[in-house]
Nanobody
Framework: EVQLVESGGGLVQAGGSLRLSCVAS????????IGWFRQAPGKEREGISCYSNIDGTRYYADSVKGRFTTSTDNAKNTVYLQMNDLKPEDTAVYSC?????????????????WGQGTQVTASS
């Protein structure tokens, strides 16, 4: 059974940091790209980062570039999203997704598997 499980969300003051984890199981982790997406109330789901296990490339949306970084621990089938200098507009449910991509991108339709998400709230 394919599973993606996120953790690490919570409540933080603006300017603070959180690290999210995405643990994958049920598929060959090293053949997939892992994307992070977020959805705020009343807004569309937004892609914010992609990490390709195939070639190690990373891609970030402009909204988080310079503040968020991804890393991976292949031995644990885990991708991390380190979020620094959080802003109130970063408040959303954050989900990870996995897909076999020709290159790192944030097209939702390219991702096959999705986690349930974890809530991140940055208070002003």
């Amino acid at each position: 059974e394919v599973q993606l499980v996120e953790s690490g969300g919570g409540l933080v003051q603006a300017g603070g940091s959180l690290r999210l984890s995405c643990v994958a199981s049920g598929f060959n982790f090293e053949d997939y790209a892992i994307g992070w997406f977020r959805q705020a109330p009343g807004k569309e789901r937004e892609g914010i980062s992609c990490y390709s296990n195939i070639d190690g490339t990373r891609y970030y949306a402009d909204s988080v570039k310079g503040r968020f970084t991804t890393s991976t621990d292949n031995a644990k089938n885990t991708v991390y999203l380190q979020m620094n200098d959080l802003k109130p507009e970063d408040t959303a449910v954050y989900s990870c997704a996995a897909g076999v991509l020709p290159y790192c991108a944030l097209y939702r339709s390219w991702y096959d598997y999705w986690g349930q998400g974890t809530q991140v709230t940055a208070s002003s």
